[in-house]
T-cell receptor, first 114, second 111 residues
Framework: DGGITQSPKYLFRKEGQNVTLSCEQNLNHDAMYWYRQDPGQGLRLIYYSQIVNDFQKGDIAEGYSVSREKKESFPLTVTSAQKNPTAFYLC?????????????FGDGTRLSIL | AQSVSQHNHHVILSEAASLELGCNYSYGGTVNLFWYVQYPGQHLQLLLKYFSGDPLVKGIKGFEAEFIKSKFSFNLRKPSVQWSDTAEYFCAVTDTDKLIFGTGTRLQVFP
């Protein structure tokens, strides 16, 4: 079945440590997105990529980094500069750019601080 | 920039009650509007979407939403809720190639 796979499901980070969240899609979608979900704040956009080797900052990019070396993959690194990383992270993808297709979401990764 | 407001943060209903969740977006022009649902422990799923045409949109599981351009609104409705509708509901609107989400409404339905 086509879909978006996020791993791991749960992740723990020590102070000062960088961690990378994986997002893979086999939907042949052009665009991919990373959101952070906090209680009462909805989903806030961290980074998005519309094409391979290109990405743009979202509303809360500070303390995060991404890469888009392959169409299928859009990993998110939570760096030590992100002072409040505990959250639920959602990856999404969307088909043809400029179309009206909705975003599809992965199951999410819950990141906690040790 | 586009923004989305969901005024109901937490709604508690009994089964068979009617539901209406509010959603307003900040500015007009051509918009694409969505409602997503997140059941406990599950990923976000698309409930319904509006792109153009009939402003009354029907989605899955008996949900519908009405796009009222003059009010910048896209409220979600269901005539009779079930316990299984307990979930968090998110309204979203496109902003160029991004999707802007509201803060979500948590719905609890009691038998």
């Amino acid at each position: 079945d086509g879909g978006i796979t996020q791993s791991p499901k749960y992740l723990f980070r020590k102070e000062g440590q960088n961690v990378t969240l994986s997002c893979e899609q086999n939907l042949n979608h052009d665009a991919m997105y990373w959101y952070r979900q906090d209680p009462g704040q909805g989903l806030r956009l961290i980074y998005y990529s519309q094409i391979v080797n290109d990405f743009q900052k979202g509303d809360i990019a500070e303390g995060y980094s991404v890469s888009r070396e392959k169409k299928e993959s859009f990993p998110l690194t939570v760096t030590s500069a992100q002072k409040n990383p505990t959250a639920f992270y959602l990856c999404a993808s969307r088909g043809v750019l400029g179309s009206n297709q909705p975003q599809h979401f992965g199951d999410g990764t819950r990141l906690s601080i040790l | 920039a586009q923004s989305v407001s969901q005024h109901n943060h937490h709604v508690i209903l009994s089964e068979a009650a009617s539901l209406e969740l509010g959603c307003n977006y900040s500015y007009g022009g051509t918009v694409n509007l969505f409602w997503y649902v997140q059941y406990p422990g599950q990923h976000l799923q698309l409930l319904l979407k509006y792109f153009s045409g009939d402003p009354l949109v029907k989605g899955i599981k008996g949900f519908e939403a009405e796009f009222i351009k003059s009010k910048f609104s896209f409220n979600l409705r269901k005539p009779s809720v079930q316990w299984s509708d307990t979930a968090e509901y998110f309204c979203a609107v496109t902003d160029t190639d991004k999707l802007i989400f509201g803060t979500g409404t948590r719905l609890q339905v009691f038998p």
